[in-house]
């Protein structure tokens, strides 16, 4: 979708295709199994049958990132382990998104003062685009940020797309 | 066996290896001398009477105010076949084993319960302790490129690791509050 | 061939020598499982070096989940450290909340009141049988089989409604604290739960119609990752690992605590195929089918308990009446350490107080810790595809391994 970024001024069929695109990209976002620690437990309980994740179409977890545009960090980032989550978001194909799940990737969660060995936040790593607060969040709270970041997706115009100008601009550089 | 009669069958058997008996403690526990603990550990587990075959765990222990470091060893006895009834009131000892802050070498135990190679290699990395004779002694949770250890009282926490930043705690000389 | 050990370089994928096996030429590959990967139950990284299919040797690489659990236990006090111990066995939570307790219970000679001892039973088994369906769904999944996961989560989600009916969360609970429990029971919690009790034991045999007794399941674990007794004694392991060994040793029975010398029920321990009806041919003592039937069979037994303890449940106080204030104990210049049997092994506090309310040296000892240490000597000679079924097996929670 590149060349179609910033390219064309908004117009009646720019916002045709922006609906058609984001709806398509909103409502069959597939998640990277990427569960770190405790929100990987309420992560898969929101995968299984109470509160299924599969009626928003983002139940189709992959196992590999390179199939997926969506990585829910659920569970805490430690310094060995901030390398691997940088590779793994590198190795996603854009447009990519990055939901923050749990105190842990929000700030550092309760290992916040203590933690020698944990990573306050997992911002200072990847590009988050949801944050979702909780230790662990409920699954209707992670499903509330995946709302989220939907709408945000939806909210995306072809037109005026500041992370495809960030990634261009970082190519030619 | 009691832990008073452990102690001083251990006494009789190992004399000078035996430091300390503290039979006062909620778990009772002997300190005994680096140097002797392979051999120790040895009839711990082979003499018939005790047969403290299963290594419970492997504690690391900053003792500052003596400027010493220590490894405790918490055994017990686990029948090792099926039994019709379970052991009860099993066996249960603990060893202490001190060494020098500076230079902290305890020998390994790892060819006596192969359970102590993880616990030992974690003593290693939280805490510093070298145990000669270990077969693979490297850090097991922190990174391989990681600085100091951290379960000591003295420890600084690192201001940044590879370019992310670290903690508040750097302005701090110690973190407990 | 030049041998090249990979503890001393783990990182490197080198060009080994080719060597001839008849007119075949063969290759090493060094292969690196995780540290994210849909089956190893976490962070879990093993690196393997095959030659073809067959694994010639597995290094186990741990720590990426390390989270400073005893530094932090050296800064706070017991009571607050109660929800770190949540996040060790996060699947477990309730068991870990007890052996703490326990521990500094013992350290500081607190004397729990009779129906805090029973509630932490109660607790203590529901918790078990959530954290052996967690184990039987994503066994199932490691497997291929998708299904047995979502019904062993439908379950679970009813025994978390009584947690939350109980006190307020879902998943890390920090409700069996120093001194008893944290909240009392709300009305009417028994009734629910001998109904949820009533409902769930046939479903253990809908599950063991459904995965244990399925012949590809059968296929895959039996005979898989066999540990002798005498090597799982050595290596320290426990709980389901050690008992699907069979040994009968559970440390309920053997060293109880919070009065489970009070309960009957029985310990069941692996056996090996054939010798009756319900352990299919093939199946070895020891073997991955066996560890993880002795789970199917644990559930019943903490439904057994459970269905004891709601019957005898006394009244009184659920916490010592003192501490529903000021939670705060002082612990004595003196140690301690003591084990309970969690659902994934024995997990044992080493608590060393020096006169204040902070204790000097918190160490806890997490039974995956123990049990994962054997990887590297079960898996030589396996296949890859038997990698997961020995890792799901022996039923790992990094956060325990990695505290």
Redesign the interface.
Known sequence: MSWIENRFEEGVIVTSLDWAINWGRSNSLWP???????C???M??LG???FDLDRFGAGAFR?TPRQADLMIVA??V???????VRR?FNQMGEPKFVIAMGACTVGGG???????????GVD??VPVDVYVPG??P?PEALLEGIMRLQDRIRHTSRARDPRAAAARAAQLA | MTFEQIASLLRERFAGAVEEVVPQATRPYVTVAAERWPEVARFLRDEPRLKLNFLRCVSSLDLLAEDSLAAVYDLATVPDAEAEEVLSCPHTFAVRVVTDRAAAHIPSVAGVWPAADWHEREAFDLMGIVFDGHPDLRRILCPEDWVGHPLRKDYEFPVEYHGIPGTTEHELNSPRH | MTEISLQSQPDLLVDYDRGEQGDVDTEELLINMGPQHPSTHGVLRIVLRCDGEMVLEAVPHIGYLHRCAEKIGESLQPFQFIPYTDRMDYVAGMNQNQGFALAVEKLAGIAVPPRAQYLRVIFGELNRIASHLVSFGTYGLDMGAFTPFLYAFREREMVLDLFEAACGARLTYSYLTVGGTTHDLPEGWVDRCLEFCDYFEPKIDEYNDLLSFNHIFVKRTAGVGVVSAGDAVRWGLSGPCLRGSGVRWDLRKALPYDGYERFDFDIPIGRPGGSDRTVPHGVVVGDSWCRYFVRMEEMKQSLRIVRQALRDLPGGDHIVPKFKKNKTVKLPDDEVYLEVDNPRGQVGFYVRGDGSAIPARVKARGGSFCNLSITSHVVRGCLIADVPAIIGSIDVVMGEVDR
């Open positions: 990277v199994t990427f569960g770190l620690a405790c990987a437990i309420e898969m309980a299984a049958s109470r196992p569970g805490t430690t310094y060995k382990m901030a390398s691997r793994l309760p290992y916040f003062k203590h933690g020698y060995h944990v990573v306050k200072l790593v230790c662990p409920r």
